[in-house]
C-alpha cells in the first residue's frame, strides 16, 4: 500500500506560481516512477507531468510546457511540482500519482499509474 498527500494548493492570481507537494509513505518511494494529473469540472482528467525514478527522465503536457517542472526528493519520499505563469484554464483538483509496478517510465496515461492522492485544488484568478 501506497499513501499519497498533497499539498500547497490555493488561489492565486493569473501569472503568479505555487509549488505543490505529495508526500509517499513507504520505504520504497524511489522506485516508483511519479505522476501529475488535474481535472477542471465537466473536464477528463489531463496528464500534467510525469519524473522517472531517478529524477533524470521527466515528461510535460503540450498546456504546461515551459510553465511547470517536476522535481523529487527521494530522500523525502516527495515529489513536487513548480507552476510559474498561472493561467486561469489552470484551474483545477491536481493529483499526484505513483507507479508501483513499472510500466512505462515517466508515464503520461494514467492507466499507468496504481495509486493517487486525495487531490489538491489549485484556482487561479484573471
Known amino acids: 500500500q501506497v499513501q499519497l498527500v498533497e499539498s500547497g494548493g490555493g488561489l492565486v492570481q493569473a501569472g503568479g506560481s505555487l509549488r505543490l507537494s505529495c508526500a509517499a509513505s513507504g520505504r520504497t518511494f524511489a522506485n516508483y516512477p511519479m505522476g501529475w494529473f488535474r481535472q477542471a469540472p465537466g473536464k477528463e482528467r489531463e496528464f500534467v507531468a510525469a519524473i522517472s525514478r531517478s529524477g533524470l527522465g521527466t515528461n510535460y503536457g503540450d498546456s504546461v510546457k515551459g510553465r511547470f517542472t517536476i522535481s523529487r526528493y527521494n530522500a523525502k519520499n516527495t515529489v513536487y511540482l513548480q507552476m510559474d505563469s498561472l493561467k486561469p484554464e489552470d484551474t483545477a483538483v491536481y493529483y499526484c500519482?505513483?507507479?508501483?509496478?513499472?510500466?512505462?517510465?515517466?508515464?503520461?496515461?494514467?492507466?499507468?499509474?496504481?495509486?493517487w492522492g486525495q487531490g489538491t485544488q489549485v484556482t487561479v484568478s484573471s
Open positions: 500519482a505513483a507507479q508501483t509496478v513499472l510500466r512505462a517510465g515517466a508515464a503520461t496515461r494514467d492507466n499507468d499509474y496504481d495509486y
